[in-house]
């Protein structure tokens, strides 16, 4: 019996949301006496071995050129697979793009319970409950998982990654693997910066700001702080910043420890999308604005006045002149 | 050609969260029920466009739901499209909605089947890739954007940091969200002919759940912000590297 985590790659560089989810099989695996594998597919540059130090005991290494891309049917197949060598009672997933697209896919294959974006561990005492945010984040649902075999996909920056010390055997797996019916023909990648998804910190911007022309000091303070740049709606529906950068509640739901909203008022829609996170600073030159009530910390003043100002002492408290 | 739009009815998204029954239920007490946003915005009204283009296009729309959803389907028909099925059951979990749409497409056979990414509800994100697995398709989740040229489509997806461009033939089934399309309002034309419109109502197929909701709760409340003069920012610099430690 196993734990059986998905460790899920970009290039051939396993994603920060992977460690977490391996950190949270390896805990899981403990908690029910079982042991933690995991199973990675196609080409990698990593040293699996080393990811033994997240928990893990054993990987299977699945490594076939139909792999190197995600076609989530053929991703599903070869990883239901390795959850038979594996004989895996659990299996755990990040529940980042492609854990939302092959999650659900084997969930359905294997007539195994799915509880996606779990945001802890499950408590075991009295059946199989896990936690998910529901209703875009304004409430949680315990969830009873009913089938022998379970599946959990992890919301991103929801567990703590924790490493230590290990070797993991690393087992190549030969499998059947289908032909991809998908093909990718390109790939556009926002290089040198923190995408957005897996962002520690996040510095946002919205109407207040008047124009994209000032969204200077919004990138300032993010590369200073080393977070990611976001933004409110009415800013992308402006084409002020590019779609993929809108957060809320039809945009892209975030958690990171450190959200800055500057010139965000905190609809209702807006804090849906960001409601989990943290740390919420606001600065709004509105004492009314309705983001006060659900941030941490806060200015309310101008944020042309505000902002350069904390720039400043941020360079300051980093020594950068 | 012929789609398929999921719909789902989900609270209006400033409708109040709170639950009844010793917190097992949602309260629905006032609750304004809207579609989906990402299903009518984006599935649907992409779907429209394609029927724009292509005027031998079919779109059918299927909801699994009580007869309480039919306002919705019936907004849903108002803007485009040519017939609904609702199969009567209240939902149960991600799977058993999933099998008894899979179970309304089997026969029908399908081109293209568009879900939202999720619903803003149980934000599960799930329908569209078990759908795909239950008909044995292919599955693009998270789409931006998707053109059709005969039966190749080709999409872009969002990974993370960016976006990725695939092309794949017909049939599949597709989960969709901001970029794929632009919200359109229902005009009057709509809303007559949608009144005539069929509306199917079928029985669902014997599907056991894989999962079941135990209980919820409301997220623990904020204590307060801490609010720091304007002409001082240094502190508010001071209080986020000291105190709350996050930079």
């Given at each position: 019996m196993s734990v059986l985590i998905f460790i899920d790659q970009a290039e051939g560089h396993v994603k920060k949301t992977s460690y977490e989810a391996l950190s949270y099989g390896s805990k899981l695996a403990e908690q029910t006496g079982t042991s933690a594998e995991a199973v990675i597919l196609g080409k990698t540059n990593e040293d699996l071995a080393a990811l033994g130090k997240y928990g893990v005991k054993k990987i299977y290494h699945i490594n076939s050129e139909a792999l190197n891309n995600l076609d989530a049917q053929v991703y599903t197949n070869a990883i239901a697979q390795a959850a038979e060598a594996s004989k895996a009672t659990i299996i755990v997933f990040s529940n980042n793009v492609d854990g939302k697209a092959v999650a659900p896919r084997l969930s359905a294959k294997l007539k195994a319970g799915l509880v996606s974006g779990a945001v802890a561990l499950p408590d075991t005492n009295n059946g199989f409950i896990i936690k998910k945010a529901v209703f875009s984040g304004k409430a949680f649902a315990k969830i009873t998982v009913n089938t022998p075999v379970k599946i959990i996909s992890v919301q991103p920056n929801s567990y703590q990654v924790s490493a230590g010390e290990g070797t993991a055997e690393v087992v190549p797996l030969s499998v059947t693997v289908d032909a991809p019916k998908i093909k990718i023909t390109a790939v556009n990648k926002v290089s040198g910066k923190v995408p957005l998804s897996e962002a520690d910190r996040v510095v946002s911007g919205g109407?207040?700001?008047?124009?994209?022309?000032?969204w200077g000091m919004i990138e300032e303070m993010a590369e200073l702080i080393g977070a990611a740049t976001a933004c409110s709606r009415p800013v992308a529906d402006s084409h002020w910043r590019p779609h993929h950068e809108h957060v809320g509640q039809t945009g892209l739901a975030i958690a990171p420890n450190l959200y800055i909203a500057i010139g965000i008022s905190g609809s209702i829609q807006h804090l849906a999308g960001v409601n989990r996170s943290k740390t919420i600073v606001v600065i709004n030159k509105?004492?009314?604005?309705?983001?006060f009530k659900a941030a941490d910390y806060g200015i309310v003043g101008d944020a042309f006045d505000v902002v350069p100002k904390m720039n400043a002492a941020i360079k300051k408290m980093k020594g950068i002149q | 050609m012929k789609i398929l739009v999921c719909i789902s009815k989900t609270p209006d998204t400033t409708a109040k969260i709170a639950f009844t029954d010793n917190n097992t239920k949602f309260d629905t007490n006032g609750v304004q029920w809207i579609i989906n946003p990402y299903d009518e915005w984006y599935a649907l009204v992409r779907a429209i466009e394609l029927k724009e283009k292509d005027a031998a296009t079919v779109i059918h729309l299927c909801t699994v739901g009580a007869a309480d959803a039919e306002p919705i389907i019936r907004k849903a028909l108002a803007l485009g499209g040519d017939e609904a099925i609702r199969v009567n059951a209240e939902s149960q979990d991600s799977f058993y909605i999933a099998s008894q749409i899979a179970e309304v497409a089997k026969p029908v056979g399908y081109d293209l089947i568009f879900t939202g990414k999720e619903t803003i509800d149980y934000n599960g994100s799930s329908i569209g890739g078990m759908v795909a697995e239950l008909l044995n398709l292919p599955y693009v989740s998270l789409a931006t954007k998707f053109d059709l040229a005969g039966t190749k489509a080709t999409i872009t997806r969002e990974i993370e940091g960016g976006e990725e461009i695939c092309e794949v033939d017909l049939p599949l089934v597709v989960s969709c969200q901001k970029g794929m399309a632009e919200q359109r309002i229902p005009n009057m034309r709509g809303i007559m002919a949608a009144r005539t419109k069929p509306l199917k109502v079928i029985e669902p197929a014997a599907i056991d759940a894989l999962t079941s909701i135990t209980g919820f709760e409301l997220p623990p409340p904020k204590a307060g912000v801490k609010l720091v003069p304007a002409d001082n920012p240094e502190e508010l610099v001071r209080l986020l590297h000291e105190e709350a430690k996050v930079i």
């Open positions: 109407r207040g700001l008047k124009g994209p022309e000032n509105d004492p009314e604005a309705p983001f | -």
